[in-house]
């Protein structure tokens, strides 16, 4: 590595500076460009040094405490405490609502059985009679229902059912002679029913006035809107929130196949109830979990602090030294060495602490029931969380053994996506040929998506036995080309691929113990670096502001 020479103090004036295959420094590029000031050189040696420091060695150096690192301890424990808090009120909104739309399902669809996932009909009969049933239970709701569900009001007035049907603009279907005539514009026809209308179960259907045209038609929809309280939430202090359940029971036609498909969907709106009143109840315990979401921004805003000053304080000190090579050895740093003073993860801590500021903020509206967002909070306290466990590997960084798996991956990484460019491609074209091919014959292949998962299945060894079952009693055209298909793509990616994906991570590995023990090929930042044999205690890192008088001993406590 490029090195300084005697320019620095020990060359006469003029004197060339002579280079050798193995002496290749900083200093020696032909002729020195300039008369640098041995101190100046030495002083700014120990500024870059300091800065590549660790926490520990920084304490030693100048007694500075590491807050940064202690401050990202403290993030974690009360991030994931956040998180926690937040994971438990989640999962009580999301068990109701899976337990209401398993409770929708058994009220509206007849018949129906958790089991069964293929729920369908195929006669008019049926239908006709599966379409009043879920009528006639909505009208009756409130004397079916175990829990508090109610209708919607608006205005005093109960807003109704609406059952619509899509049907053809017009069509003339004849199987008979092979003959068909229609217009494929679709158009919608709906009628509205009241919760308090007269209705007898048995003239529904005539009431209605609604007619059924099973060439021309696509699809029945029911719509409804019913409203509900979780009110499980109080045990836990926490004020219930309303919920306003937009259902939709489908009849699906669309394939004309003789097999109408029904489905039940439920569209949730959570917000705050507009009154409310709970006995012996007091606000501290809100109060408590809004200063405790507040400690968590604080904390965060402190670290963002820190963590930019420190990403603004190395692009300083790297436009610093490029300066400094430019003009005293009239050479230009790389980029490897310039992203050297770059640290990535500062980068993480600052993105991890701004997604915390962002959930935390949105967690309080949440919690005063201003918002409802659950889904958007959820993903950004769970990211942010999951930023800060990543980010305090940042100090195991100073530990080789104990950092040998991000060594590894950051290493493998440049060879590991080149590779995967290439298996990607053919990853995909067995994907296109499998939807195209079996898609009519397996459903695990019946759309691009389910054909790409279930490959992905079959590398980790699933699916396989299956696929090949169910392929079994296709024609022999089918059968064979299944066969030869499924075993070139688990001979290719199981046994092809995937060995060779392990082994590129497996030399990595191997290069960088090969490393740690025989010595890393230096840059030459770090040659030039490594001409300053001053240790972190020897006190010449100490600036004029800083006492000299710093006790090494409790760096030791620090360290231990």
Same mark, same amino acid.
């Given at each position: 590595?490029?090195?300084?020479?005697?320019?620095?103090?020990?060359?006469?004036?003029?004197?060339?500076?002579?280079?050798?295959?193995?002496?290749?420094?900083?200093?020696?590029?032909?002729?020195?460009? !300039?008369?640098?000031?041995?101190?100046?050189?030495?002083?700014?040696?120990?500024? &870059? *040094?300091?800065?590549?420091?660790?926490?520990?060695? *920084?304490?030693?150096?100048?007694?500075?405490?590491?807050?940064?690192?202690?401050?990202?301890?403290?993030?974690?424990?009360?991030?994931?405490?956040?998180?926690?808090?937040?994971?438990?009120?989640?999962?009580?909104?999301?068990?109701?609502?899976?337990?209401?739309? +398993?409770?929708?399902?058994?009220?509206?669809?007849?018949?129906?059985?958790?089991?069964?996932?293929?729920?369908?009909?195929?006669? %008019? #009969?049926?239908?006709?009679?599966?379409?009043?049933?879920?009528?006639?239970?909505?009208?009756?709701?409130?004397?079916?229902?175990?829990?508090?569900?109610?209708?919607?009001?608006?205005?005093?007035?109960?807003?109704?059912?609406?059952?619509?049907?899509?049907?053809?603009?017009?069509?003339?279907?004849?199987?008979?002679?092979?003959?068909?005539?229609?217009?494929?514009?679709?158009?919608?026809?709906?009628?509205?029913?009241? #919760?308090?209308?007269?209705?007898?179960?048995?003239?529904?259907?005539?009431?209605?006035?609604?007619?059924?045209?099973?060439?021309?038609?696509?699809?029945?929809?029911?719509?409804?809107? +019913?409203?509900?309280?979780?009110?499980?939430?109080? %045990?836990?202090?926490? $004020?219930?929130?309303?919920?306003?359940?937009?259902?939709?029971?489908?009849?699906?036609?669309?394939?004309?196949?003789?097999?109408?498909?029904? !489905?039940?969907?439920?569209?949730?709106?959570?917000?705050?109830?507009?009154?409310?009143?709970?006995?012996?109840?007091?606000?501290?315990?809100?109060?408590?979990?809004?200063?405790?979401?507040?400690?968590?921004? @604080?904390?965060?805003? &402190?670290? &963002?602090?820190?963590?930019?000053?420190?990403?603004?304080?190395?692009?300083?000190?790297?436009? =610093?030294?490029?300066?400094?090579?430019?003009?005293?050895?009239?050479?230009?740093?790389?980029?490897?060495?310039?992203?050297?003073?770059?640290?990535?993860?500062?980068?993480?801590?600052?993105?991890?602490?701004?997604?915390?500021?962002?959930?935390?903020?949105?967690?309080?509206?949440?919690?005063?029931?201003?918002?409802?967002?659950?889904?958007? @909070?959820?993903?950004?306290?769970?990211?942010?969380?999951?930023?800060?466990?990543?980010?305090?590997?940042?100090?195991?960084?100073?530990?080789?053994?104990?950092?040998? &798996?991000?060594?590894?991956?950051?290493?493998?990484?440049?060879?590991?996506?080149?590779?995967?460019?290439?298996?990607?491609?053919? /990853?995909?074209?067995?994907?296109?040929?499998?939807?195209?091919?079996?898609?009519?014959?397996?459903?695990?292949?019946?759309?691009?998506? $389910?054909?790409?998962?279930?490959?992905?299945?079959?590398?980790?060894?699933?699916?396989?036995?299956?696929?090949?079952?169910?392929? %079994?009693?296709?024609?022999?055209?089918?059968? $064979?080309?299944?066969?030869?298909?499924?075993?070139?793509?688990? !001979?290719?990616?199981?046994?092809?691929?995937?060995?060779?994906?392990?082994?590129?991570?497996?030399?990595? /590995? =191997?290069?960088?113990?090969?490393?740690?023990?025989?010595?890393?090929?230096?840059?030459?930042?770090?040659?030039?670096?490594?001409? @300053?044999?001053?240790?972190?205690?020897?006190?010449?890192?100490?600036?004029? =502001?800083?006492?000299?008088?710093?006790?090494?001993?409790?760096?030791?406590? @620090?360290?231990?």
């Amino acid at each position: 590595m490029l090195r300084l020479q005697t320019e620095l103090g020990q060359m006469s004036d003029g004197e060339p500076c002579l280079c050798s295959a193995s002496n290749n420094h900083l200093a020696c590029n032909g002729t020195a460009k !300039s008369h640098a000031d041995p101190q100046f050189v030495e002083n700014f040696r120990r500024k &870059l *040094k300091y800065f590549f420091m660790s926490p520990c060695q *920084k304490y030693r150096a100048r007694g500075r405490k590491p807050w940064k690192m202690m401050l990202q301890i403290l993030k974690i424990a009360i991030i994931t405490i956040q998180l926690v808090s937040f994971g438990l009120s989640n999962e009580m909104m999301v068990t109701f609502k899976e337990g209401n739309l +398993i409770a929708f399902k058994h009220l509206f669809l007849k018949g129906y059985n958790d089991s069964n996932k293929d729920y369908a009909l195929y006669t %008019r #009969p049926e239908v006709h009679d599966h379409m009043l049933y879920a009528i006639r239970r909505y009208l009756h709701l409130q004397n079916l229902t175990v829990d508090n569900h109610a209708f919607e009001k608006i205005d005093d007035m109960f807003t109704p059912l609406s059952l619509c049907q899509e049907l053809y603009r017009h069509a003339n279907i004849s199987p008979a002679t092979e003959t068909f005539d229609i217009d494929p514009h679709v158009e919608t026809e709906c009628i509205s029913i009241y #919760p308090i209308s007269p209705y007898k179960n048995d003239d529904l259907e005539n009431d209605m006035n609604l007619t059924l045209d099973f060439q021309r038609l696509l699809a029945i929809k029911i719509y409804f809107k +019913i409203k509900a309280i979780n009110v499980q939430t109080v %045990r836990y202090q926490e $004020l219930p929130d309303c919920y306003d359940f937009n259902i939709n029971i489908m009849f699906d036609n669309s394939a004309h196949s003789g097999k109408i498909k029904i !489905s039940l969907s439920s569209d949730v709106q959570i917000k705050g109830c507009k009154d409310w009143n709970v006995s012996d109840s007091t606000d501290s315990h809100f109060r408590l979990i809004v200063l405790f979401d507040c400690v968590v921004i @604080c904390s965060c805003l &402190l670290s &963002l602090v820190l963590c930019t000053r420190s990403v603004y304080t190395g692009l300083l000190l790297q436009l =610093e030294y490029t300066k400094f090579v430019s003009i005293h050895h009239d050479k230009t740093v790389s980029w490897s060495e310039r992203m050297e003073f770059i640290n990535g993860w500062y980068i993480l801590i600052i993105i991890s602490d701004t997604l915390s500021i962002a959930g935390s903020v949105l967690k309080i509206c949440i919690q005063s029931k201003e918002l409802t967002n659950y889904d958007v @909070c959820s993903i950004l306290l769970g990211t942010a969380t999951m930023l800060v466990w990543i980010g305090v590997m940042r100090y195991l960084s100073f530990f080789q053994k104990y950092y040998i &798996l991000i060594l590894t991956l950051q290493a493998a990484l440049p060879n590991a996506l080149r590779f995967s460019i290439c298996a990607v491609m053919i /990853y995909l074209s067995y994907c296109f040929c499998g939807w195209i091919v079996l898609g009519p014959h397996h459903e695990n292949f019946r759309t691009f998506n $389910l054909a790409a998962d279930c490959l992905f299945s079959m590398i980790n060894g699933d699916e396989v036995y299956s696929s090949f079952k169910k392929l %079994r009693s296709k024609t022999y055209v089918v059968w $064979l080309f299944s066969r030869v298909y499924i075993y070139s793509f688990i !001979s290719l990616f199981t046994f092809m691929v995937l060995s060779l994906f392990i082994a590129i991570i497996t030399d990595t /590995y =191997e290069t960088i113990k090969h490393y740690q023990t025989r010595g890393e090929p230096a840059s030459e930042l770090q040659a030039f670096l490594a001409e @300053c044999r001053d240790t972190p205690d020897s006190g010449k890192y100490m600036t004029d =502001e800083e006492s000299s008088s710093s006790s090494s001993s409790s760096c030791c406590l @620090c360290c231990s």
